[in-house]
């Protein structure tokens, strides 16, 4: 099946809606898609009434419908209405909770071309409203897990067009950031960091 964005161009699936393949389980549920860890984490959060956590769907438009059997029916072609923002939002203890997941292959830096210009500007404008805001990020040939604070990837993001970095330096995410460690339930406890952010607030 074909899915087209609203300008025509053919979407590609990225690698962190794609899930792996992996003849290794490390730990718990280690082994799956960053995306499949942390909607595991949400499904634990939810049955145990601690936060309410979901991933956003993306609006898409179905142009052409085949219909080979009478009881089936195959889509053939379809584009996205709108472009997405962030990847989950939610509610947790009195505060909403709004969050990208990214991968990397770097091993030094997290580069900013992951990130699109509608996406920081809705994260920004979350934060403006009191809301918390942050990204996950996968070192994936590292095998590191980071909770990133949104605060920090503004100023990257907003420095780079005054020839500023193209990346977010992996020291800064570990100094500014928390390091995540894989469990059993939930799979990624990142809720555990999101208390130290609500700290500061």
């Known amino acids: 099946m074909s899915i087209n964005y609203p300008n025509g161009k ?4 990225s690698p ?3 899930p792996k393949k992996s003849n290794l389980l490390l730990f718990g549920k280690r082994g799956m898609s960053l995306e499949d860890d942390i909607n595991a984490s949400n499904t634990f959060y939810l049955a145990n009434n601690v936060a309410v956590i979901h991933k956003k769907p993306t609006p898409i438009k179905i142009v052409k419908v085949d219909y080979p059997k009478r009881s089936a029916a195959v889509i053939k072609e ?6 997405s923002t ?7 203890n009195g505060h909403y909770l709004d969050f990208e997941a990214k991968e990397t292959k770097n091993k030094t830096s997290f580069p900013l071309s992951n990130f699109h210009e509608h996406q920081i500007e809705h994260m920004k404008a979350c934060v403006l409203q ?3 805001s ?6 994936a040939t590292l095998d590191k897990l980071y909770l990133l604070p949104s605060k920090t990837l503004f100023t990257y993001w907003d420095q780079q067009n005054k020839d500023g970095r193209k990346s977010i330096p992996l020291k800064t995410i570990q100094t500014e950031g928390f390091e995540l460690q894989y469990t059993l339930n939930p799979v990624i406890p990142y809720l ?5 952010m609500i700290e500061h607030l």
């Open 10 to 13: 053919i979407y590609e699936q």
């Open 16 to 18: 962190l809606n794609t």
């Open 78 to 83: 379809a584009y996205f209405q709108t472009a």
């Open 86 to 92: 962030t990847d989950y939002n939610g509610i947790y």
């Open 130 to 132: 009191k809301g918390i």
């Open 134 to 139: 942050f990204v996950i990020i996968k070192f």
């Open 192 to 196: 555990k960091y999101v208390d130290k």
